[in-house]
């Protein structure tokens, strides 16, 4: 059944890998749920009776019968695409500043020519000399120099961005990125890689390699996160892993096989009360006990695997811009500052549904503040909608996500992001020095075609030189030594 024609009050059969197709609450079953696109958390949600569950995420391997509570219109990703939608109307539709005055100078000038021109004749002055003086001026004060002070130096930055991985996608977006004042990151899939990985085994009552073999031998058959991070971490110690039978697979609580003839379990720590989970969890690790015939063997702990770099990255942006980033995640808390604490984050606004985010981008500039924001999924494309500057990584980015924003990384290279903006910073410093250049130039020959008496030729070579420097000077930036890495 097509999910636009569910109605609230249906019941629907979602099967093991299926897409859940309505915003709903679960009736029977349970099963765990990828539901990352919508709250950021890496790891599957548990769902069993009375829980909600989100159009658009992933069931895992148990089956779910759920009410639908929503129409198709009012589901939380719907509100997430008119959320965009929202965001991007209303966010002010800038120019750049010569695109302004262009128009207004240019018509200007037109005037002054012909006034220059017929109030002289009318008071009884030469043609010739009067015409001469009148083109003279048109020549010299016309804004070629101008136009040219600002476009070369913006395109050049916009082209040696491209080379280094990152997509600008206007000349009012580069302008915007250079008076950014505070970056603002997603967690998952931004800052991290956005699966989970094995960080830590203890042992209870046995050696953390022996936990280890015996949580991969339970792990083996599992499709879930926990269970590849597991496998993962044993392929790469090299570990022998014992042979198991009997894989049986309750989800939300884990998974049980046998080993020699006994029955070894990875699961919740609710299910098996260990002390050494409870401290790995108050740190802000996703935890499970490996326990045999019930008793506790060892605690297995998981986290988001930080990007390289992701520390330099916010070092370089804090020196940048004078202020830390800000974290901005849907994930929990306890996660959430952990993940803060080793990229080098203060300010970290956890548990944000897509529209809290939106509402902390607003807050920060309404104190005044120009937010350029790093995200990757639909859940972050509100935000990125919404900010001063909305940057999208490419790799992994979701297709709302990369279509909203302003900026893509392409190569999901967080380096890219302060190297971004110091050049950004250095194309609007050759702008401005360009625009002085030319403004001067064109004042002089303007005063001297007005107060003296300026050659036509000296005026069109001082014209014509101004415009060519600038355009030159503007075209430095395609050089690759422009672009700095952090």
């Avoid at 999910?3 to 609450?25: Q, S, T």
């Amino acid at each position: 059944m097509d999910p636009a024609d569910l109605v609230v009050g249906d019941v629907v059969l979602v099967r093991p890998g299926e897409r859940i197709g309505a915003d709903g609450r679960v009736l029977e079953g349970a099963s765990e749920v990828d539901q990352a696109s919508i709250t950021g958390e890496p790891l599957p949600a548990v769902k069993y009776p009375g829980v909600p569950v989100y159009a658009g995420t992933v069931n895992g391997t148990g089956s779910l019968r759920v009410r639908v509570e929503r129409p198709a219109g009012d589901t939380v990703v719907a509100r997430i695409v008119a959320l965009v939608e929202q965001a991007t109307a209303t966010k002010a539709r800038t120019q750049l500043f010569i695109e302004k005055v262009e128009q207004r100078y240019s018509i200007g000038v037109v005037v002054a020519t012909l006034a220059i021109f017929a109030v002289p004749l009318l008071a009884g002055a030469p043609l010739e000399p009067t015409l001469l003086r009148a083109m003279t001026f048109m020549i010299v004060a016309s804004p070629c120099a101008v136009v040219l002070a600002t476009m070369p130096p913006l395109l050049a930055a916009i082209a040696n961005a491209g080379r280094h991985g990152v997509l600008v996608k206007s000349a009012v977006v580069l302008e915007r990125v250079a008076t950014t004042t505070t970056v603002a990151f997603d967690k998952t899939g931004t800052l991290t890689a956005g699966t989970p990985r094995l960080v830590s085994v203890t042992g209870v009552d046995r050696s953390s390699g022996e936990v280890l073999a015996l949580a991969t031998a339970a792990e083996h058959g599992s499709e879930h996160p926990l269970g590849a991070a597991v496998v993962a971490a044993a392929r790469s110690a090299g570990l022998v892993v014992p042979t198991a039978t009997g894989f049986r697979s309750t989800p939300g609580r884990g998974v049980t096989v046998d080993v020699a003839g006994r029955s070894v379990a990875v699961g919740r720590p609710a299910d098996v009360p260990c002390s050494e989970a409870d401290d790995l969890e108050s740190s802000g690790h996703t935890t499970a006990v490996v326990s045999v015939d019930g008793a506790p063997a060892g605690v297995l702990g998981l986290a988001d695997e930080v990007r390289p770099g992701a520390p330099a990255t916010v070092a370089a942006l804090t020196a940048l811009t004078g202020r830390a980033p800000v974290l901005l995640t849907g994930d929990d808390h306890r996660v959430a500052r952990r993940l803060a604490a080793q990229v080098g984050i203060e300010d970290v606004r956890a548990r944000l549904l897509p529209e809290d985010k939106v509402e902390e981008v607003r807050a920060l500039e309404r104190a005044g503040e120009r937010v350029l924001v790093v995200g990757d999924g639909v859940n972050d494309a509100p935000a990125l909608a919404a900010a001063h500057v909305g940057m999208a990584m490419g790799g992994i980015g979701s297709d709302l996500a990369l279509q909203t924003a302003d900026v893509v990384l392409v190569h999901d290279d967080l380096g890219a992001v302060p190297s971004l903006l110091a050049l950004a910073r250095r194309a609007r410093r050759v702008v401005i020095a360009n625009l002085a250049l030319a403004g001067t130039v064109i004042a002089v020959l303007a005063t001297w075609d007005l107060v003296g008496h300026l050659p036509l030729p000296l005026g069109v070579a001082g014209h014509e030189g101004s415009t060519i420097l600038v355009a030159l000077n503007g075209l430095r930036l395609l050089y690759s030594s422009a672009w700095t890495r952090a």
